[in-house]
């Protein structure tokens, strides 16, 4: 290989390393309303429906390719925290949950895939009437990979629960309709190594929900920001590259 073809590799790779090691940050500047999940105490507890409903506010989601990520919450781009807080019993105070965020907390490392969303921001505006017409959506892909610890000990104090294994790995599928204060969503897990996020449902329903296979309540997240950063296997391969350009000319050298 010429020296020339050589190099013109190596900054092809770290070109498409630069893209590949970007940020895909989602941010909630505000959203308020109402949510309602149903459908998972039954003999197919993976699938259930969630609706939002009454929904004020505004920000942007933004989707990656199907890639390994390493998954963080933490406060938007607002200013240095954020809050989210749930409603599960109209106002008594054992249904009251709220939490500030400081710092960037990581919740998932894995692969995700999606098929049918084009990756890419989402802005959203709800409560304005600018969406006239309701929006149709679905897609569908796969998860391979964990939840940190923090975040599970998390849930189990929350639920009460035990959950001990922290990875998973499985398909979904999510079709709905948007509109102007609403979001509603049909979700089908398909768990192949964990009992699937339905368990998880039914260990919340039990306990805030009254057993009775509907978890609802009222919501609001302000300032919350959502950062998936992709595994820069590219890295590697620039590495490499560069291994092969010393070689080569340590070889030269030599001659």
Same mark, same amino acid.
């Given at each position: ?193 964990? =009992? ?43 590495? =490499? ?15």
């Amino acid at each position: 290989m010429k020296k020339t073809v050589l190099i013109a590799a190596v900054a092809a790779l770290a070109t498409i390393s630069t893209g590949a090691s970007a940020a895909y940050v989602s941010n909630i500047n505000s959203l308020a309303g109402d949510f309602a999940i149903t459908g998972f105490k039954d003999l197919t507890p993976n699938s259930y429906s969630v609706s939002l409903t009454g929904l004020v506010g505004n920000g942007v989601l933004t989707a990656g390719p199907s890639n390994t990520y390493a998954v963080s919450v933490g406060p938007g781009s607002a200013g240095p925290s954020g809050t989210a807080s749930s409603d599960f019993l109209n106002g008594a105070a054992a249904g009251m949950f709220s939490r500030t965020v400081t710092t960037s907390t990581p919740v998932f490392t894995g692969y995700l895939s999606a098929t049918g969303l084009t990756p890419g921001p989402y802005p959203f505006v709800f409560g304005s009437g600018a969406i006239v017409n309701p929006i149709t959506f679905g897609f569908n892909g796969s998860y391979d990979g964990a939840t940190t610890s923090g975040i599970l000990g998390f849930l189990n104090t929350l639920l009460g629960t035990s959950f001990a294994i922290p990875t998973g790995a499985g398909a979904y599928n999510i079709a709905g309709t948007i509109t102007d204060t609403s979001v509603i969503m049909n979700i089908l897990d398909t768990p192949t190594s964990w =009992l699937g996020s339905g368990a998880i449902l039914l260990a919340g329903d039990t306990l805030l929900g009254g057993g009775n296979g509907t978890i609802d309540g009222a919501f609001t997240v302000r300032n919350i920001g959502i950062t998936a950063v992709p595994e820069p296997a590219s890295l590697a391969l620039l590495g =490499l590259g560069l291994a092969g350009l010393g070689a080569m000319r340590r070889r030269k050298q030599a001659a």
